[in-house]
Nanobody
Framework: QVQLVESGGGLVQRGGSLRLSCASS????????MGWYRQAPGSERELVGS???????NYDDSVKGRFTISRDNAKNTVYLQMNSLKPEDTGVYYC??????????WGRGTQVTVSS
């Protein structure tokens, strides 16, 4: 069982920045997918950005140019740097990984609130 722990959320004003972290109990070198998802109140969980096979990054159009995913293999941690935050970025942010042999795991989420 892989444990994922997100941190770094909080309350920030429009235009501000936050960096989210997702620490894994398993080596992230053993993943072929790492993603950050966002769930706003009353909405479905949506994919914000991802790293595929450790190299290729993809972002939702709503965050392109503002959010950046990165990873630190030595710390088994994946990050989401969020800049120029908007109120519509508000939600609970979840980390998900897929191990190369198939299983997927989710973290419990961290709340991000952007005030106007």
């Amino acid at each position: 069982q892989v444990q994922l722990v997100e941190s770094g959320g909080g309350l920030v004003q429009r235009g501000g920045s936050l960096r989210l972290s997702c620490a894994s109990s398993e080596s992230i070198r053993r993943t072929n997918f790492m993603g950050w998802y966002r769930q706003a109140p009353g909405s479905e969980r949506e994919l914000v950005g991802s790293i595929i096979s450790g190299e290729t990054t993809n972002y939702d159009d709503s965050v392109k140019g503002r959010f950046t995913i990165s990873r630190d293999n030595a710390k088994n941690t994946v990050y989401l740097q969020m800049n120029s935050l908007k109120p519509e970025d508000t939600g609970v942010y979840y980390c998900k990984v897929r191990m190369y042999w198939g299983p997927e795991y989710w973290g419990r989420g961290t709340q991000v609130t952007v005030s106007s």
